[in-house]
């Protein structure tokens, strides 16, 4: 965007607003006190920082990809929002690599100053996007409605007042921000937790992994968004949904074939079976109110399959033999007797491959829905409301959707048994994405808000 001389108006005064929100919440926990030292105050105080930082996220995307959007030529917005959804996935990667490097630390000092780094060194990135964001001027298309004095004055009442508006807010939730979230976090998040607890894969090797498959997801947001220019925004979303119901199973059982093949072999030559009279599990419980619950939340986060049934009493039986008591040093020895590797694994060189394979596949079924959804958001909205039109959907489907599929998939995988029955509801959520995508949104309704 061109530069400007003078002071910047309304949207960029919201945007260094939301980034000086952002990058301060993120420096003042490298500061926070312990709680040796403040007690309870300490994590209130981290509980605050970390609202000012959704604060501050719920404002800076949709100003981001507005002007990103809004400021493109003709014929190119998809390529020019697509550019500002490689932050998250740039930021994943560089997030990733300074918690590797601090986590080399020894644990001592990792613990006691170590983790302060990378959230002090923020302060860095705060200055460069503070700089640019001054820089920016108001978008052509602010421009002209504050010209013709068709500014908003209360911009979120309108959003559910305005004609027509409750449908593209229906399909932003549950058609765009719902089924790219789950994707999203699926391909980066319950990766990286499936390499390196369920598979029980080297720590730094899990992470390396994880940021090299982020880093691949880059040049798909590009690719993907820069293909809606050509093809319409809605038919790249719908065949990354298609082909994510096709291949999301397929992609994690290569994947973790890969990753652990002692631990598949054993689960295949050695079944563990868990008993009690309810087996009940609780996901808010820090710990589970009986024994056979506790031996599900065991289980299922050392990654050991296993199938449950109803008997007078808990216990845990390997390969047909009872272990001696459900004491957690019994059940690993006998685990291990049976071949059940809990030990961390670095795969071979050849598994190592296939694995970023994967998820570099699962990086491009979340390209095909994100890279277009900038230019396709700003044009589902009509110019008066789409700032907090698009931001509303977009974050509460972030936040719901994506940020309760680790206590949803945990919860399925300990009741189940099946260390893969957890993408059950990235599946359903991608299910209904794609009907409600289908059904509801044309290609011609964003054609009359461009």
């Not at 500014?151 to 593209?168: C, D, M, Q, V």
């Not at 720590?203 to 040049?219: C, I, K, N, P, S």
């Not at 031996?295 to 007078?312: A, H, M, N, Q």
């Not at 009741?415 to 009907?435: E, F, Q, R, T």
Request: net charge neutral.
């Amino acid at each position: 965007a061109p530069a400007t001389s003078g002071p910047t108006e309304h949207m960029n005064r919201m945007l260094a607003i939301t980034i000086m929100v952002m990058g301060i919440g993120t420096f003042l926990i490298g500061l926070l006190p312990t709680y040796q030292q403040i007690g309870i105050a300490a994590p209130l105080l981290l509980i605050g920082l970390r609202f000012l930082q959704g604060i501050g996220l719920g404002g800076e995307w949709g100003g981001a990809v507005l002007m990103a959007v809004e400021h493109a030529p003709e014929g190119r917005k998809g390529f020019y929002g697509s550019l500002p959804q490689t932050g998250v996935g740039a930021g994943l990667v560089l997030s990733t690599l300074a918690m590797t490097a601090v986590s080399n630390l020894p644990e001592e000092d990792m613990l006691s100053w170590g983790w302060r780094l990378p959230f002090l060194f923020s302060i860095a990135l705060l200055a460069i996007s503070l700089w640019m964001r001054v820089k920016l001027s108001e978008s052509p298309v602010f421009k002209a409605m504050k010209e013709a004095g068709e500014i908003a004055r209360n911009p979120l009442k309108e959003s559910f007042t305005y004609p027509g508006n409750w449908k593209r807010l229906f399909v932003a939730l549950f058609g765009i921000a719902a089924g790219l979230t789950v994707i999203w976090y699926t391909a980066t998040f319950s990766v990286l937790s499936f390499l390196q607890g369920t598979m029980r894969v080297d720590t730094v090797t899990a992470q390396l992994l994880a940021a090299g498959g982020a880093a691949a997801g880059l040049f798909w947001f590009i690719l993907f968004g820069k293909l809606s220019d050509r093809i319409g925004r809605k038919k790249p979303i719908v065949i990354g949904y298609g082909f994510t119901l096709l291949l999301l199973f397929p992609i994690f059982w290569v994947m973790g074939h890969a990753a652990n093949p002692a631990l598949s072999e054993a689960e295949r030559n050695a079944p563990v079976i868990v008993s009690g009279p309810s087996c009940a599990y609780d996901p808010f419980a820090a710990k589970q109110s009986d024994t056979c619950g506790q031996l599900l939340d065991y289980l299922s986060k050392k990654g050991v399959p296993y199938t449950k049934e109803i008997t007078p009493s808990a216990s845990v039986s390997v390969n047909g033999v009872p272990v001696i008591s459900t004491d957690t040093a019994d059940i690993d020895k006998a685990l291990a007797d049976a071949g059940y590797s809990l030990e961390r694994v670095i795969p071979s060189p050849g598994n190592l491959l296939l694995i970023l394979l994967a998820i570099v596949a699962l990086a491009a079924l979340s390209g095909a829905t994100y890279g277009p959804v900038a230019a396709l958001l700003t044009e589902l909205f009509p110019p008066r409301i789409r700032y907090s039109s698009m931001s509303i959907p977009y974050h509460i489907g972030t936040g719901y959707f994506g940020g309760f599929l680790p206590l949803i998939s945990q919860y399925m995988v300990a009741k189940s048994g099946n260390p893969y029955s957890g993408l059950w509801y990235a599946w359903i959520v991608v299910a209904m994405a794609l009907l409600v995508t289908l059904f509801f949104l044309k290609e011609s309704d964003l054609q009359k808000n461009v």
